[in-house]
């Protein structure tokens, strides 16, 4: 460079200096256009691609490139055709500089001329105005560098890998050739099967989704002297600026990668279970297309079923409750080639990040476990029983859904009966006062698949229970019941004062000396009073406020008296 510096100096001084007419001695170089990037100079050995207007000194034209429609393609130095100046002139030029050579006859065509004198006459002095478009060397390989490149990049581009990307297509002097962005589209294909030219085959190995990427391709290695199309010239060196979408082998399964595990995990899923599941989709590139979250509801499904796309299928097995996974499929385990109108492309590998929020099994029975036991546990809950208990009734990602701390009203309830939800009923069975358990409840047995107010669908629920009170209760139906064997003859026994009449206070009294003394009980949760005078009503057959033996007598031939019969 600093002798081109000095040659046009010098030649600066001569044109000032030799006002008339004397014999030019060596080459005029005028760099009268040079780009302020310039990351490459023709060298010996170059090919190069150039307009050229040849023009005499006085300005007329014998020959251009522009008039021909096409530029000139040749080698400089290393026995190069062109006339010496030329050769010469066309050294250390880059890509759209422009230069003005004015080439002295012995430099030129010399005594001779060209085109029998009559182009060209002897000794002639040539002006070439030259434009520099393209540069390359058979000893060239294909040129990247990365633009930018994301930080997290476990996976590159190899040979054989389908990929998806965008790609603005640019001449050296940064013409446009072709872009995906004005399609719209990503450019989709194999890498390493020669679909691309050589150099793209090449260059885009290595690169990760979302990586940027400069990529410099010699003729040689791309489309050769047929050029492409009307954009791409023959000769021509291409420039890509690529910006790698997807990427996936066809081998390629699902991968899974857990990000929260919960300890301990005592159960996975397996095919035929029914999950409910929050997620956000995306794409390799971090795009989300579809959110659970946005709708606020889970996504629920059985596993393993063929109900959703191959690869979630495959992703869900194995899940715990609460584990968070990030599960990556290739398109042949989601969408194919077709993709989703509108939604997701061809060929998408697709991201899913997954919170397992809970899963059972159709099968599934309810599961107690208890907390804490007192150390006097005699007395345990069954069915008739009335009982007073607290709840908190939870989600598996412990989301409270209802406490009876919410309520003022206490939560008294007879067992056994189908008053509350079944799993509930069956979780506060065999339970002594005092003890506390933790319940879990499939939704078969809690509020099925359509859910209850506040209860989602086919969500499995915990409840932590704690009975605070118990009273023994009677079956169905009944309002008092033997305890032991009633007394045979009942109506003697009944008649305390022997007057062979029972009147409702006489009744009342046998009634609740049997309470008392253990013998017998009345249904818990209702007026004692009432009671009994619903049982002396039913016994005082003619309403005379009395009982007789023939009265009673009735009573137990139409009724097979047995101990649990109301008298
Ligand atoms: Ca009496
Ligand atoms: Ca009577």
């Not at 450019?187 to 020669?194: A, E, F, L, N, P």
């Not at 659970?292 to 194995?318: C, E």
């Not at 609460?322 to 385990?333: D, F, I, M, Q, W």
């Not at 209702?526 to 009573?555: C, H, S, V, W, Y």
Request: proline share 6%; glycine share 10%.
């Amino acid at each position: 460079p600093l002798g081109q510096t000095l040659m046009v100096f010098l030649a600066g001084l001569v044109r000032f200096s030799s006002v008339d007419s004397s014999p030019l001695e060596d080459l005029l170089i005028d760099r009268y256009l040079v780009p302020s990037l310039c990351p490459r100079e023709v060298q010996i050995g170059d090919y190069v691609r150039y307009h050229y207007n040849g023009t005499f000194t006085d300005g007329n034209r014998f020959d251009s490139s522009h008039d021909k429609g096409k530029p000139f393609t040749g080698q400089i130095g290393l026995g190069s055709p062109l006339i010496p100046g030329l050769d010469r002139g066309i050294q250390g030029m880059c890509v759209n500089e422009r230069r003005k050579l004015t080439i002295p006859p012995h430099l030129a065509y010399g005594v001779l001329g060209a085109g029998n004198s009559s182009v060209i006459p002897p000794d002639t002095t040539l002006v070439f105005d030259i434009l520099l478009l393209d540069i390359w060397n058979m000893e060239d390989k294909v040129q990247t560098r990365t633009l930018s490149k994301p930080k997290n990049c476990k996976r590159s581009v190899a040979s054989t890998d389908f990929i998806r990307y965008h790609y603005n297509g640019t001449l050296l002097n940064g013409t446009l050739f072709d872009s995906s962005h004005f399609r719209n589209q990503t450019y989709d294909t194999y890498v390493g099967y020669g679909y691309l030219i050589k150099g793209m085959d090449q260059g885009l190995l290595g690169m990760c989704v979302g990586e940027r990427r400069s990529i410099i391709i010699p003729p040689f290695l791309a489309y050769e002297d047929k050029g492409y199309g009307t954009q791409v010239p023959p000769y021509a060196s291409l420039m890509f600026d690529v910006l790698l979408v997807d990427l996936f082998n066809a081998k390629d399964d699902v991968t899974v990668e857990i990000q929260t595990l919960p300890e301990p995990c005592t159960r996975k899923a397996v095919v035929g279970d029914y999950i409910r599941y929050h997620y956000n989709g995306s794409f390799q590139d971090g795009t989300i297309f579809d959110t659970s979250y946005q709708r606020n509801s889970t996504y629920n499904t059985y596993i393993g079923m063929g109900y959703v796309i191959a690869g979630i299928d495959k992703a869900l097995q194995g899940v715990c409750i609460g584990e968070k996974r990030r599960v990556t499929l290739p398109p042949h385990l989601a969408y194919g080639e077709s993709g989703i109108e509108g939604l997701i492309p061809g060929s998408a590998v697709l991201i899913f990040d997954i919170h397992v929020i809970d899963f059972h099994n159709p099968n599934d029975t309810v599961q107690i476990k208890t907390t804490h036991k007192p150390a006097d546990c005699n007395i345990t809950s069954s069915s008739y029983d009335l009982i007073l208990y607290r709840y908190n009734c939870s989600l598996l990602d412990g989301t409270l859904l209802y406490s009876s701390d919410h309520y003022s009203t206490s939560s008294r309830v007879t067992l056994g009966v189908g008053k509350i939800v079944l799993g509930v009923d069956e979780g506060l069975q065999g339970m002594c006062v005092g003890e506390r358990r933790e319940v879990i409840i499939p939704p078969h047995f809690a509020h099925g698949e359509y859910g209850a107010d506040g209860v989602p669908g086919s969500a499995v629920l915990m409840f932590e229970l704690e009975l605070l009170e118990l009273q023994r209760g009677v079956p169905e139906g009944y309002l008092f019941v033997w305890l032991e064997d009633s007394p045979n003859p009942l109506f003697p026994a009944l008649d305390l004062n022997q007057d062979k009449e029972v009147p409702l206070e006489e009744f009342s009294t046998f009634i609740k000396t049997q309470v008392i003394e253990g013998r017998g009980r009345m249904r818990p949760g209702m007026d004692p009073e009432i009671i009994i005078k619903d049982m002396f009503t039913l016994q005082d057959r003619n309403n005379d406020g009395k009982i007789t033996a023939d009265e009673l007598k009735l009573k137990t031939e139409e009724q097979e008296s047995s101990k649990h019969d109301e008298l």
